[in-house]
């Protein structure tokens, strides 16, 4: 070992500048070396090398182990879960083939619903995907077994996998995180314990500047509620415009604010009805100044065809509970919706609507409504969304492609048909990579119906559709092997 | 009973990832006209954008492919398609008698191999033209190597890590050029160390001193014996007519299929294939070279397969490299047989050193090996607790892991000195390919 580290140390500065190692006296191949040594022949750099050659392969003659006998051993726990079946690992590598993160998603959580776990060998690919894509990481690390989450703490690449992990980032980040991971930590602790992530926003709430604070004020969103006022209420008097727009929008989503009780007075004052009648008085201008600093604008000299005074009054409409009104009205919600409609009020109504998550109050609208609002898409049940949603297919195809895209439920079969209905018209603006992110969403059934019924001969028969169809398809066979070869235990 | 193949060993076959997706597109019935199998043969007509469906078949007992459509690719996606029918159910194809396309082509292959093997081979070993010519070029692109080699260790290898692509490389090219490819890829070894990782100095002189011990071995041949020469000779990179290997006889046994490795350089892909003999306990390694694109691979091995086999070996004095005689897969259980633990390795290594200083990476099978970490190294132990080093780079660790769990498992690894690389483990003494 000495002689051999001695000759690196010569190589590496050069014979022109180091003596030639010391013969090993009493080693093996001393006596190879002294010849080699004492050959005249022989210049600086052939002893260096000969020396070498013979150290080399007297070195790798007695290559020996270490000793492992003080090495902890680590080894995955057994599983007490049935694996999968080699048919559903068959349909998973087809939707890791087909590109589909969705489905995979879809495969995983199936699997854990099913109370299967993952082949072990189809776990390393898995973990890589999911360090890559957020969405497969929760549905993955359910259905990995004991296998893969040993795996997980082995590998530092796959630590943030792990359950918990986040929680860990959390707490320790809240001090010294970036504005992202605090508001992230901000908005678990409100979803875990409203009370206690509002004081620890108010305990810190000093010492941030500006933009921080309206970023964290926005994170209050999640689970807001009466006892929030009095402190919001405060911030409405901060000193940035911008934490005060956020603390006035907050207020106006609590219908036992100050605010909103104010809007309830005054819509109550221009809203009556007199035997099921709805009549509108016009609102006695200008409004009280706090009106106007919670956010009610005032009508700009550019807008045509409206008074101020219906202007302010549909926002303020916009701002007070529908149920607000059903009440004071003493009317049916249906009437009330029919009747505001009819007085301009359908767009503040359902904005009303949605800002205080009236569900009920939605559906009225697209029951009644001629209008196409993107905006209300899974805010009410699937059977609602896709009656009003069909309506508007052919008219308003790619919103309403874009928005039933970010449900979570599979769409049905009608308001699919009238979906691909609509591609096959429009067959250069949607491709299969489009639909990668949506297969998920598409209903299996939709392989046992004829296009041909629905479509009508001419779009069926168009070449651009047909190809579409066919890789549409692909990606629904899967959905529906996947589906098979899960079904539960 | 049948040969059967998994889905993943027939996707394996694909030769890149588009074949693979479109094979898999095509593996329904309803895409085939009509599909047929015996006991050597799958065939099938697959309809295409010709007028006439296209007609795909399979040798199966040497899992080669032939179809009539004008894909450049090998195999191409109806044969891929064809396969997995098979693989995913044998029922999927009706047994019948074959047609007459299917014999014409089986029959003529047979009598291709039997051609091969009744030819005479008039030359008995290298190919080269004119040996004095070559020797002479040999001698002196080694002479000038040694002289790159001293002035290299006279200015001291400290500056090594500055040196561009071309200080390397126009020594491989004069190595190229004297017609000594065997070295001039040792060149190539050096030029490949990373510099910048600790104990460099250390790897660099391993490979500096294999290949001063190869070039001395080559001026000295005459002292050598025979078989060493020879060894000597293949390494500097002089070739062994490949039929005239095959006429010799060679060793018949069930081979296992251990492994594949791919590496490519230049648009040549090199496929090693590593095999273990069941009855005879040798190992053997299969080379095939072909460029992409322009060639097609002459065979195909699966790892996790098992093939009857005759396979002769390159001339050696320790023989390893073997080429395929003639092969046909068959159905073997694949059970593990092999050496106990590491110093089973060592002292083979041992022996193997003491008669041939430079050699190359070997196969061996150890019964029980498990993974374990120490300082963010990982280690392969065996039951008596010794510990060998997993090889730098190893892109298999994860998927091994996942597999043994961290339990001690059989394993089949490739790798020589103080490092290996596992590429096959026996789990529930099932083997599983990496």
Request: aromatic content about 8%.
């Amino acid at each position: 070992m000495e002689h051999w580290q001695q000759l690196i140390n010569i190589a590496l500065l050069g014979t022109g500048k180091q003596a030639l190692p010391a013969i090993p006296a009493d080693d093996e191949p001393g006596t190879a070396l002294a010849v080699i040594r004492h050959d005249a022949t022989n210049d600086r750099e052939d002893v260096l090398l000969k020396t070498g050659a013979i150290l080399l392969n007297y070195r790798q003659a007695g290559t020996t182990t270490l000793p492992g006998d003080h090495l902890p051993i680590h080894t995955a726990a057994s599983e007490t879960r049935t694996y999968c079946s080699p048919e559903a690992v068959a349909s998973l590598q087809e939707a890791m083939d087909l590109g589909s993160n969705a489905l995979t998603k879809h495969w995983l959580e199936l699997c854990a619903d099913a109370g299967y776990i993952l082949p072990p060998a189809l776990l390393p690919i898995l973990m890589d995907k999911a360090t890559g894509s957020k969405q497969l990481r929760t549905p993955l690390m359910k259905c990995c077994g004991n296998r893969g989450m040993w795996l997980a703490q082995l590998n530092p690449d796959w630590h943030l996998l792990l359950p918990g992990h986040e929680i860990n980032i959390n707490t320790d980040t809240w001090e010294t995180g970036t504005l992202p991971q605090r508001c992230e930590v901000l908005t678990q602790k409100r979803a875990a314990d409203p009370e206690a992530a509002l004081t620890m926003l108010m305990e810190t709430w000093k010492q941030e500047n500006a933009a921080t604070r309206a970023a964290l004020l926005e994170c209050l969103q999640t689970e807001l509620n009466p006892n929030d006022i009095p402190w919001l209420q405060q911030v409405t008097a901060d000193k940035s415009g911008k934490v005060k727009e956020k603390a006035w929008e907050l207020l106006r989503k609590l219908p036992a604010s100050e605010i909103v009780q104010s809007y309830q007075q005054l819509v109550a004052a221009a809203i009556n009805s007199i035997d099921g009648a709805i009549l509108l008085t016009e609102l006695q201008l200008p409004l009280p100044a706090i009106i106007y600093q919670s956010g009610i604008d005032k009508l700009p000299p550019s807008a045509l065809h409206m008074s101020d005074e219906t202007y302010q009054l549909q926002q303020l409409v916009a701002q007070v509970p529908c149920s607000f009104l059903s009440t004071h009205l003493e009317l049916a919600p249906t009437s009330c919706v029919t009747q505001l409609a009819a007085a301009g009020m359908e767009a503040a109504l359902l904005k009303a609507a949605i800002n205080f998550r009236e569900t009920d109050w939605i559906g009225y609208i697209l029951e009644q409504t001629n209008t196409f609002y993107p905006e209300v898409f899974h805010l009410v049940p699937s059977d609602v969304l896709e009656a009003y949603a069909m309506r508007f297919a052919e008219k308003e195809g790619s919103a309403v492609i874009l928005r039933m895209g970010t449900g979570t439920t599979t769409w049905g079969l009608a308001i699919t048909q009238q979906i691909f209905k609509f591609i096959a018209m429009h067959p250069y603006s949607y491709n299969r990579n489009y639909f990668l992110e949506l297969a998920h969403l598409l209903p299996v059934d939709i392989l046992q119906t004829d296009e041909k019924n629905y479509f009508g001969d001419i779009l069926y028969n168009q070449q651009a559709w047909k190809s579409l169809r066919e890789k549409l398809f692909e990606l629904i066979a899967c959905k529906a092997a996947i589906q098979q070869h899960l079904s539960p235990q | 009973m049948p040969i059967t193949f998994t889905e993943q060993q027939v996707l394996d076959t694909a030769p890149d990832d588009a074949s693979r997706k479109s094979g898999k597109d095509l593996a329904s019935l309803l895409k085939w006209e009509s599909t047929g199998r015996s006991a050597i043969a799958l065939w099938g007509a697959c309809k295409g954008s010709g007028s006439k469906p296209y007609q795909t078949q399979i040798d199966l007992q040497q899992l080669a492919f032939k179809c009539s459509c004008p894909s450049r690719k090998f195999p191409c996606k109806h044969g891929i398609a064809l396969l997995l029918l098979y693989s995913r159910s044998t029922d999927n194809i009706p047994e019948t008698a074959s047609p007459a396309w299917v014999n014409e082509w089986i029959e003529k292959r047979q009598a291709t191999q039997e051609k091969k093997a009744a030819a005479p081979v008039t030359t008995s070993t290298s190919s080269a033209k004119s040996p004095a010519v070559r020797a002479s070029r040999v001698n002196e692109g080694i002479e000038e190597l040694l002289r790159w080699m001293k002035d290299m260790l006279r200015n001291g290898i400290i500056h090594l890590p500055e040196k561009n692509q071309t200080y390397w490389e126009n020594t491989a090219r004069r190595l190229i050029d004297a017609q000594a490819p065997g070295l001039a890829g040792m060149v190539r070894n050096l030029q490949d160390i990373h510099y910048y990782q600790e104990g460099w100095q250390q790897q660099f002189m391993v490979h500096l001193l294999k290949l001063y011990t190869t070039v001395q071995g080559y001026l000295h041949l005459e002292l050598l014996p025979e078989l060493l020469q020879q060894d000597i000779r293949q390494q500097c990179g002089f070739t062994v007519n490949q039929e005239y290997l095959k006429s010799l006889p060679g060793i018949t046994d069930t081979w296992q299929v251990l492994g594949k490795q791919i590496t490519e350089q230049d648009k040549l892909i090199t496929e090693r294939y590593w095999l273990y003999g069941e009855s005879s306990g040798q190992t053997a390694l299969i080379l095939q070279f072909y460029a992409r694109h322009f060639s097609t691979p002459a065979f195909t091995l699966q790892p996790g397969t098992a093939i009857k086999a005759e396979l002769v070996y390159f001339p050696s004095v320790k023989p390893l490299r073997a080429v395929l005689k003639e092969y046909k897969l068959t159905a073997s259980p694949m059970h593990f047989h092999g050496m106990h633990q590491w110093s089973d390795v060592l002292a083979h290594q041992t022996d193997l050193c003491s008669s041939m200083p430079v050699y190359p990476e070997q196969l061996y099978t150890v019964q029980s090996l498990q993974l374990v970490p120490q300082q963010q190294q990982w280690l392969l132990m065996d039951q008596q607790r010794q510990l060998m080093a997993l090889k730098p780079g190893s892109n298999k660790l994860w998927k091994l892991l996942a597999i043994t769990g961290g339990h001690a498992m059989p394993m089949a690894v490739t790798g020589a000195g103080n490092y290996y690389e596992p590429i096959g483990v026996w789990s529930n003494e099932h083997y599983q390919a990496l």
